[in-house]
């Protein structure tokens, strides 16, 4: 079967860095997506890897290892706003997006 | 234009009405799709177009029926739904279906809410 694991609440404090992991077990691999979204609201695009290694963007970066099925979304300087929850979701052989239950973010002062 | 566009932002309907949920996007993509998502769970992928034909239906009950009626825009037509079936919904769409890696563009979602 297909399945994504993450953590399912993380608590961080406003100005630390977070880092999110995700595993994935999936039937073949096309890439890793990172969505955020906040409730209520449509998860919004933040990172693709589908080659080992970081990719950079800002305040947030995200790694890959695909021999160990293995992803996080790190977060730097946190901020208030960045209270949400974070989805990983993998595309698997077909094309399709098999998605994590999602981490929920909580950030405090 | 870099967005998705989704109509209305809320909707409450009855279980014997009748209403279309719209979407729109003109960044060009050829692959538009619709999912339903429950309050803390991820989207469920419910049906995708490819070049306006339909490609994927997630065994989704035939109370929600799906049109594309141009590359443009896409509608989901609702008719006897459940409460159960009340959710967010959202579409999205990217550059093309097959491509490998393209990343979905969500819009705002449909808050939907069956009494």
């Known amino acids: 079967g297909q399945n994504i694991d993450q953590p399912t609440e993380m608590t961080a404090t406003e100005g630390a860095i977070v880092q999110i992991n995700c595993t994935y077990q999936?039937?073949?691999?096309?890439?890793l997506f990172w969505y955020q979204q906040h409730a209520g609201e449509a998860p919004t695009f933040l990172s693709y890897n589908v080659l080992d290694g970081l990719e950079e963007k800002g305040r947030f970066s995200s790694f890959l290892s695909r021999s160990k099925g293995y992803s996080y979304l790190l977060l730097k300087e946190l901020q208030m706003k960045d209270s949400a929850s974070y989805l990983c979701a993998v595309m698997d052989s077909n094309y399709q997006l098999i998605w994590g239950a999602g981490t929920k973010l909580i950030i405090k002062p | 234009d870099t967005e998705v566009t989704q109509t209305p932002k809320h909707l409450v309907m009855g279980m014997t009405n009748k209403k279309s949920l719209k979407c729109e996007q003109h960044?060009?993509?050829?692959?538009m799709y619709w999912y339903k998502q429950k309050a803390k769970k991820p989207p469920e992928l419910m049906f995708v177009?490819?070049?306006?034909?339909?490609?994927i239906n997630e065994s989704v009950p035939s109370r929600f029926s799906p049109e594309c009626p141009n590359s443009s825009l896409l509608n989901l037509h609702l008719h006897a739904l459940q409460p159960e079936d009340s959710a967010l919904y959202l579409c999205?769409?990217?550059?093309?279906?097959?491509?490998?890696?393209?990343?979905?563009?969500f819009g705002p979602g449909t808050r939907l809410l069956v009494l």
């Open positions: 177009y490819s070049y306006e034909k339909l490609s």
């Open positions: 999936t039937s073949g691999f096309n890439g």
């Open positions: 999205a769409s990217s550059p093309t279906p097959l491509g490998g890696g393209e990343t979905q563009y």
């Open positions: 960044m060009g993509h050829r692959a």
